[in-house]
């Protein structure tokens, strides 16, 4: 079979699920309704003391679920960019510069680019330790590296190089990262 028909079989599948989800699922109004935006990633099973939150240095622990696996029953690739991102977040929420605080700069955080290495696989239930580290901050980006190790042998299964560009809400356009921020990260 070549990788045409494949794909169009595939789309076929796909555009048949969707049909019928869309026939037999309840509608709904997300404006109306009372749903809660919930994460789909984990609670940390234990993270940094919040009330002396290092700005170089911050440490979830985790454990990998079923749904994070691929078809050989590793981590999925995308789940460690989610990670990535999750530990990321919770450190500058920790720190009082979070999505409130960026909203009030009149800006925010965009991934511009990771950079990933891949070195062993985590698997179900599996405890992992996701350490992000920043590394730099100047004009509009900033640089974070992320280690993903197995908690109990502390094996690197995973790290990765963030670049984060600061940008405007009102047009997406990058501009300086707001002066309060870089005084935090100048005093370490």
Known sequence: ??????????GARDAG???????HLPKVD??????????????????????DV??????????????????????NNAVYLNWVEQVATDHVEALGFGRDWALA??????????????????????????????QALAGVRGIRRTEIHHAVHATLLTEVDTEWVWVRTTDGRPTRVPAELLALFARG
């Open 54 to 75: 290092d700005p170089w240095r911050f440490r979830e622990t985790w454990q990998v679920r079923q749904y994070e696996l691929d078809q050989f029953g590793h981590v």
């Open 17 to 23: 699920v969707a049909q019928l989800a869309e026939r």
């Open 105 to 134: 700069q009149g800006g925010g955080w965009v991934v511009r680019a990771h950079h990933v290495t891949y070195h062993r696989p985590a698997l179900f239930g599996d405890v992992v330790k996701i350490t992000t580290l920043p």
């Open 30 to 51: 997300v404006a109306s309704s009372n749903l809660v935006s919930r994460s789909i990633l984990p609670a940390p099973l234990s993270s940094t003391d919040m009330t």
């Open 1 to 10: 079979m070549t990788v045409g028909r494949r794909r169009a079989i595939i």
